[in-house]
């Protein structure tokens, strides 16, 4: 299934997706298709493979069995259900080789970190390297926000002033991930390096590539979606809109105008290293091996003496004030 608009909001007019159950501008209730003058789609009984650990779907494949979850490493079940959701209909293109992938988290263990143990770079095993496709939405809308806040601005002898104003805002290829397998923080820090310009109609890119599935309808990420709509428009008033150098108590309000919104497949790595006996999971860049992400163990050894030296100053302290 594709995103394409079938019909329009009774209410308001903007233009409805397949599985919508609301308008996602004024939040009407969307009747059946039927009752819409639309024929209902058909569904699908798709075959998955879920994680049973952290919840993370891909494309079913015959030909791997049993296949270990590219985020956590648990073993995935198959599983079959009516799916009434839809697919990704962009995908970038990987930009990034395995190779480049490995150098990538080479270079991340050499890192020198105060609390990583020191042979990390020189114990650390590589287990796996998994290149994917994360499920992200991609929204473009406009907006009428309305915003208040205290800045110092025309303050005089007050520290603060208050100020208020409306401005109507333009959002454009804004992500919001769809991902169970990448944390939210993951999601964030990797979105920003996409070329967003290079989306494709078909997926390019390793062999074994795997393509996470989105788990819920735009219906469903509409509170989601949302939220990332406020969030941008803050950051866009606090940049470009509130006067002064100096401000606080930002609130804003969000009037969508329209939402077009479209499903990305989003290239990256996931490989996993082992380091005594445990594995830590780290992310590479489909399109920019300089943004790696990722965990790292910690020295105990070093936490031991810098407790110990902290203990040993307070002591130290104390007595110099007991005398």
Not at 34 to 47: S, T, W
Not at 85 to 97: H, I, S
Not at 235 to 241: D, G, I, K, S
């Amino acid at each position: 299934m594709t995103a394409a608009a079938v019909t329009g909001c009774e209410r308001c007019g903007s233009a409805l997706e397949v599985g919508d159950l609301r308008c996602p501008i004024c939040g009407l209730a969307v009747g059946e298709p039927r009752e819409r003058g639309v024929l209902p789609a058909v569904r699908e009984q798709a075959k998955v493979v879920r994680c049973g650990t952290c919840g993370a779907s891909l494309e079913y494949s015959a030909e791997v069995k049993a296949p270990r979850c590219a985020f956590c490493a648990s073993v995935m079940h198959v599983e079959t259900t009516a799916d009434p959701l839809e697919q990704a209909e962009a995908f970038l293109p990987f930009t990034v080789d395995a190779a480049a992938a490995r150098q990538a988290l080479v270079g991340f263990l050499a890192q020198r970190r105060f609390f990583r143990p020191s042979d990390l770079a020189a114990a650390a095993a590589l287990e796996s390297l998994r290149p994917m496709w994360w499920p992200a939405w991609g929204f473009s809308a406009g907006a009428r926000v309305s915003w208040a806040a205290d800045s110092d601005a025309g303050s005089g002898r007050s520290s603060w002033a208050p100020h208020a104003g409306q401005a109507d805002v333009t959002f454009q290829d804004v992500l919001v991930s769809a991902s169970r397998g990448l944390s939210e923080r993951e999601c964030e820090q990797l979105s920003g390096a996409y070329q967003m310009g290079s989306a494709e109609g078909e997926a390019r890119g390793p062999e074994d590539a795997q393509v996470e599935r989105f788990d819920v309808t735009r219906s469903g990420a509409r509170r989601q979606i949302l939220a990332a709509v406020e969030s941008v428009a803050r950051e866009r008033v606090e940049r470009e809109h509130i006067p002064g150098r100096r401000f606080r108590k930002v609130h804003v309000a969000v009037v969508l105008s329209s939402l077009e919104t479209k499903r990305y497949a989003l290239p990256a790595y996931v490989l996993a290293y082992r380091y005594r006996k445990k594995l830590y999971r780290v992310v590479v860049h489909g399109q920019d091996a300089g943004v790696v992400l990722g965990d790292a163990p910690v020295s105990v050894a070093k936490v031991v003496l810098v407790v110990a030296a902290v203990l040993l100053t307070l002591g130290v302290l104390a007595l110099l004030f007991m005398r």
